[in-house]
């Protein structure tokens, strides 16, 4: 004898009928992973908002020939490596919002192999000049050794996420890819959380100084981190 053996949740649609004989009305629920790859990406634009928005302003400064004074003269002296950082953090961020998101994702794999051409170099030359700026660019006032050493750690870092995230789908490793480009993207996205923190730090302690400066600049890194390892370890 044949029988068909089926999962529950492979079972089709049968109205449930109430005590008079009536069908009872079913109810349709949204997808989970729909509902969060939303709130994950506005999540993220919302905490990208406030750099991107620093970012426009200090294009806005440069092109309109502002007043020069302490705190932008290095901008002005050399233009180049800001504007590029800029622009290219901007296409990073908000195209790689839409990267992590799994539900996007599956939904348009061919996009997410378009826009993963151009975000691979966008992100290195996000972390490329940030370090070049680290580098060359004078020291802005309260900035110390610490800070600086942070600046060289996470910009490092984040180059050579990017680096592994593409060795490894090249060999079609998808797992590490995936493991690798959010690890970039985390440390990219930290001037969000750096406002934070730094909001944060002022309510409790008050303004920060050279060290404690310093030190909320690198809980925006540690904590950006933190979570993206989270997600990481949170699927097998």
């Known amino acids: 004898m044949k029988t068909d053996v089926y999962d529950e949740d492979q079972a089709p649609d049968v109205p449930q009928q109430s005590d008079i004989g009536k069908p009872k009305p079913q109810k349709t629920k949204a997808p989970a992973k729909a509902v969060s790859s939303k709130r994950l990406i506005t999540a ?7 750099p991107l928005a620093a970012g426009a302003f200090r294009l806005t400064e440069l092109a309109g020939g502002a007043e020069i004074t302490s ?3 290095r901008f002005f002296e050399s233009p180049l490596p800001v504007v590029l950082h ?3 953090a901007s296409v990073y961020t908000i195209l790689g919002t839409f990267q992590l998101a799994t539900g996007f994702r599956r939904r348009r794999p061919g996009w997410h192999r378009a826009a993963g051409r151009l975000l691979v170099p966008c992100g290195l030359l996000v972390g490329l000049s940030g370090l070049w700026m680290t580098l060359f660019y004078p020291s802005p006032d309260g900035a110390g050794e610490l800070l600086y050493a942070l600046r060289l750690l996470f910009g490092s870092a984040m180059v050579v996420s990017i680096l592994l995230g593409f060795a490894t789908i090249l060999r079609g490793d998808v797992i ?3 493991a690798w480009m959010i690890r970039g993207y985390a440390i990219g ?3 969000g959380t750096q ?3 730094h909001l944060a730090g002022e309510l409790i302690i008050g303004p920060p100084s050279e060290l404690s400066g310093a030190l909320l600049m690198g809980a925006g890194w540690v904590i950006n981190l933190t979570v993206a390892e989270w997600a990481i370890r949170k699927r097998p």
Not at 44 to 50: D, F, K, N
């Open 176 to 178: 590490r890819h995936r």
């Open 71 to 73: 705190a932008n003269a």
């Open 44 to 50: 993220l634009l919302v905490l990208s908002a406030v």
């Open 86 to 88: 800029i622009l290219s």
């Open 189 to 191: 996205l930290g001037a």
């Open 195 to 197: 406002v934070l923190t």
